[in-house]
């Protein structure tokens, strides 16, 4: 598996063509879908907002992030458990793993969302509810690839060998919560290189591939010089023994029914 090799390295890897084009193309219309039904979600369990409304300068409005769409959508949540995201999963964290998050990105053409150079450990507070997810590096986000991954829509940054860095507390208020606002600002893209001499690359990947990276990846993304769409599906994973709380997604390397009431 050498993108497991890849992944310790730098942090970050592509697993190429793991879907099909298809398979691409059902994931798109079932997040379409399941956003009609984001009303329904707390009658499924999910106790927290269900999707990300962005407002741009124009005053145009873009759904941006859907929450837990798997609730909503029998497809999606199979492909949430589809045994090629399960051996990635794995082959990473080992067989006893919860799910931490599952969201749909839209990113519409002409959309200028953007989300400031951070790490994904931000999201987990406090922090004593993960006990050595730091220490132990077991946090892993996944996401399949929808629509192209390149230079020019909406590139996504992301920093090779930032993970040893560990936590950098970014984007953090002073009581630890992330701070939301300033998540979703233009990145300084000179930012890593000026700060702890690291370049910045834009990650590529084309529909079907699933890009995977650690919480203490540094990564970031803005417009780009083209508008276009840049869709992806994610699912977030951590080591049971790193996580309070939970969904279990594994256990002994079986698959288990999801659990909506265990989401925090």
Request: glycine letters at 6%; hydrophobic letters at 35%; charged letters at 20%.
């Amino acid at each position: 598996m050498n993108y497991v090799h890849e992944y310790r390295t730098n942090g970050y890897a592509v697993i190429k063509n793991v879907f099909s084009q298809k398979e691409v193309s059902a994931i798109r219309a079932a997040a379409i879908i399941a956003t009609s039904h984001v009303s329904e979600l707390p009658t499924k369990g999910y106790k927290h907002m269900p999707i990300d409304i962005r407002v741009d300068s124009d005053g145009f409005s873009y759904p941006a992030i859907s929450f837990w769409p798997s609730l909503l959508s029998p497809f999606l949540d199979k492909v949430r458990i589809d045994k090629r995201l399960q051996d990635i999963v794995i082959s990473i964290l080992g067989p006893d793993t919860k799910q931490l998050n599952n969201q749909f990105y839209f990113h519409l053409s002409g959309e200028d969302d953007a989300f400031n150079w951070h790490q994904d450990i931000m999201f987990r507070h406090p922090l004593d509810d993960y006990p050595r997810i730091v220490e132990e590096d077991n946090y892993l986000q996944t996401a399949i690839i929808i629509d192209s991954f390149s230079e020019e829509i909406s590139p996504l940054y992301m920093v090779p060998k930032s993970y040893k860095l560990g936590d950098l507390r970014l984007l953090q208020n002073e009581d630890g919560t992330p701070n939301y606002s300033n998540l979703r600002k233009a990145p300084n893209l000179n930012f890593p290189l000026d700060r702890f001499g690291l370049e910045p690359i834009v990650l590529k990947a084309d529909p079907g591939d699933v890009a995977i990276w650690c919480s203490l990846t540094l990564h970031a993304s803005c417009p780009g010089k083209q508008t276009g769409h840049r869709a992806y599906f994610m699912n977030g994973f951590a080591a049971s023994h790193n996580a309070r709380g939970w969904p279990i997604y594994t256990e002994n390397g079986q698959i288990r029914e999801l659990n909506p009431t265990q989401i925090p």
